[in-house]
């Protein structure tokens, strides 16, 4: 059957769906799932840790939004497990009315059963689960080719990343061994280090510099759950689309993301406060000393932006990461950019599906208050 046809059959109402042997995941299939993810989505070689079976089970068993109706899925072949598609629903609302939402991730299929369609089986059987929305935030060139041919679109208002290099000399030895993955880029990296810090010390020092580091004049302290909350409801105006935490959700979110380390070796959360003490702003970012600090959510009232990206710099520049990482919202890509701040897509692409036009169209205008805060990329494992 041509590639185009099979395609259109199997997102038709055929009776192919009473013998899909996908169904929902189960305790007793962790190990089984667990090895997938190792050696397949993490690509590593050897025994799958301990730590990988305790992950899995605690975010699709015990996340605060699990839904029945909406469960992770896995393709069994008389007992094995030939492919898994890791599913989270979240809480949102639109303009007020509750709005469901699953995201998709940790998705694999073992190579020896690619050919028996096992992968578009369960995106098929994940797509018609009854959500308003189907989401994810980390697809790769791969995933979102195949996504967008079963009719996902890209959402390019969430795809817009932006990169503010802290240590430009270090940066640029780091990219080079890390996307090339040679041994010999890795060593010169090391070789390179003291040149490329007394060069990186002397491009903070001019105040005309695009890597000087300014201290904000606002002040910190450590981000509660009781204070995001506040500020969540209090920064999302002017959007129709928002997630919706509650002191349990949020503090599970938080303390699982501190614990897994999925996108760094420490989660840093801080609100800021002008001098009067009024808060104006917060971030939650990994830092990682050495490398590439991952920004999960940056917020605030626009005219202190500037301000608040200010103090993320200097906390990540002074805790030895080398550049900052994040998503944008369009709007705020000026202020952004007068900080210095270079913009690309290459970053993972945020792909969704509704059979409610308008909230694919309420996406794609940039009108929801989301971040990497709000998805499935803050839930990685860090192992």
């Not at 002191?247 to 501190?258: A, D, G, K, Q």
Request: glycine content about 8%; aromatic content about 10%.
């Amino acid at each position: 059957m041509p590639e185009a046809e099979l395609l259109l059959w199997l997102l038709s109402g055929t009776s192919l769906r009473k013998s899909m042997p996908v169904r929902p995941l189960a305790d007793h299939d962790i190990p089984q799932v667990a090895d997938l993810y190792w050696t397949i989505s993490r690509e590593r070689k050897g025994p799958t840790p301990l730590a990988v079976q305790q992950f899995l089970r605690e975010l699709y068993f015990t996340n605060p939004w699990i839904d029945s109706s909406l469960p992770s899925l896995v393709y069994d072949e008389k007992g094995t497990i030939a492919g898994f598609l890791g599913v989270v629903p979240r809480r949102m609302s639109l303009r007020g009315e509750p709005v469901r939402i699953a995201f998709g991730g940790n998705f694999a299929v073992r190579p020896e059963f690619r050919n028996t369609l096992a992968g578009l089986h369960l995106l098929r059987t994940y797509m018609e689960a009854g959500q308003d929305l189907s989401q994810t935030d980390s697809a790769n060139d791969t995933s979102r080719a195949l996504l967008e041919r079963l009719g996902f679109t890209t959402i390019l208002p969430l795809c817009v990343h932006w990169i503010r290099l802290l240590r430009p000399a270090r940066f640029v030895t780091y990219a080079m061994s890390q996307f090339t993955h040679s041994a010999l880029l890795a060593a010169l990296e090391v070789a390179a280090k003291p040149f490329c810090n007394v060069a990186d010390s002397v491009a903070v020092r001019f105040s005309s510099s695009p890597f000087r580091q300014n201290e904000s004049h606002l002040e910190a302290a450590e981000l509660d759950v009781e204070t995001l909350l506040r500020c969540l409801a209090e920064f999302r105006g002017g959007y129709s689309l928002w997630p919706e935490y509650d002191e349990h959700s949020l503090r599970w979110l938080l303390n699982f993301m501190e614990r897994m380390k999925g996108h760094g070796d420490a989660l840093r959360r801080f609100v800021l406060r002008d001098g009067k003490g009024k808060i104006v702003g917060w971030y939650v970012y990994y830092v990682t000393a050495g490398g590439l600090a991952e920004v999960a959510q940056t917020g605030g009232a626009r005219q202190h932006l500037k301000s608040i990206l200010d103090h993320l710099f200097h906390d990540a520049w002074s805790h030895g990461s080398i550049a900052l990482h994040g998503v944008v919202d369009r709007r705020l890509m000026a202020d952004f950019s007068e900080k210095n701040c270079l913009f690309t897509c290459r970053g993972g692409w945020t792909v969704a599906h509704s059979r409610k036009p308008d909230l694919l169209e309420l996406l794609n205008r940039g009108d929801a208050f989301l971040s990497r805060l709000d998805g499935e990329w803050c839930l990685a494992f860090g192992g």
